[in-house]
């Protein structure tokens, strides 16, 4: 068993071998979705952690010398401009990205469990992250789906005064908070396009609450952020 613990022609095959796998693994759910960071994106930064820290004991057990984990620190804080690349501010200012690159982050940590023998932890760690990003989404959406707070994307008619909109919001029991008018893309468009916060008084299903805003006076689309 301490041969696969030691950097061993054995040990390098089996870790990096293992990378690939579980890399792979975690990236699979990513790369199913047209994600910016797939498959090959996880697969790359699980194995390159893994080299990194498998260097990184290779020098101190062979030239006796060094910090066993000092290149492993490096890709801990150093993963964050590759996971940083993968977050995105859309027009609407919806923020996309961040499970993929808290994915990324995770996927290295896997690398180099590996990189330095943990084998336990990397597979059992590469399980957890796996399931954390697949069947724990339907929870994360149910919960999401029960909020008192929607975010949106909102367009009415130029000809419906935006206080006489807000009144019957108030009426149906809902507000509008953090109300941010969206540049006109189209000067002769009869509409304007807003982002807001809007708030409920009870937890209802979003889908419901979307149905009913779209029936007030002057709302000509609506969508959820």
Same mark, same amino acid.
């Given at each position: 068993?301490?041969?696969?613990?030691?950097v061993?022609?054995?040990?390098?095959?089996?870790?990096? %071998? +293992?990378?690939? $796998?579980?890399?792979?693994f975690?990236?699979?759910e990513? #790369? @199913?979705?047209?994600? !910016?960071?797939?498959?090959?994106?996880?697969?790359?930064?699980?194995?390159?952690?893994?080299?990194?820290?498998?260097?990184?004991?290779?020098?101190?057990?062979?030239?006796?010398?060094?910090?066993?984990?000092?290149?492993?620190?490096?890709?801990?804080?150093?993963?964050?401009?590759? %996971? +940083?690349?993968t $977050?995105?501010?859309?027009?609407?200012?919806?923020i996309? #990205? @961040?499970?993929?690159? !808290?994915?990324?982050?995770?996927?290295?940590?896997?690398?180099?469990?590996?990189?330095?023998?943990?084998?336990?932890?990397?597979?059992?760690?590469g399980?957890?992250i796996?399931?954390?990003?697949?069947?724990?989404?339907?929870?994360?959406?149910?919960?999401?789906?029960?909020?008192r707070?929607?975010?949106?994307?909102?367009?009415?008619?130029?000809?419906?005064?935006? #206080?006489?909109?807000?009144?019957?919001?108030?009426?149906?029991?809902?507000?509008?908070?953090?109300?941010?008018?969206?540049?006109d893309?189209?000067?002769?468009?009869?509409?304007?396009?807003?982002?807001?916060?809007?708030?409920?008084?009870k937890?209802?299903?979003?889908?419901?609450?979307?149905?009913?805003?779209?029936?007030?006076?002057?709302?000509?689309?609506?969508?959820?952020?």
């Amino acid at each position: 068993m301490d041969t696969i613990r030691e950097v061993t022609y054995l040990a390098v095959a089996l870790r990096i %071998g +293992a990378a690939v $796998i579980l890399g792979g693994f975690i990236g699979l759910e990513r #790369g @199913l979705k047209n994600r !910016a960071a797939g498959l090959r994106t996880y697969m790359l930064v699980c194995v390159g952690a893994c080299l990194i820290m498998l260097t990184n004991q290779y020098i101190f057990q062979v030239y006796g010398m060094g910090d066993p984990v000092r290149m492993g620190a490096q890709v801990v804080s150093g993963i964050g401009f590759l %996971g +940083a690349g993968t $977050i995105i501010v859309t027009r609407r200012s919806q923020i996309k #990205g @961040l499970t993929t690159a !808290a994915g990324l982050w995770a996927a290295a940590g896997v690398g180099l469990a590996l990189g330095i023998g943990f084998y336990e932890a990397a597979v059992i760690g590469g399980v957890a992250i796996f399931t954390v990003m697949t069947l724990m989404q339907r929870m994360d959406n149910r919960m999401r789906m029960k909020t008192r707070r929607v975010d949106v994307y909102i367009e009415i008619r130029k000809d419906r005064p935006l #206080g006489e909109f807000l009144r019957n919001m108030r009426e149906h029991n809902m507000e509008l908070s953090n109300l941010q008018r969206e540049r006109d893309l189209d000067s002769q468009s009869d509409i304007h396009a807003y982002t807001a916060t809007l708030r409920v008084e009870k937890r209802r299903n979003h889908g419901d609450i979307m149905a009913e805003v779209q029936g007030i006076s002057g709302v000509e689309y609506i969508e959820e952020l």
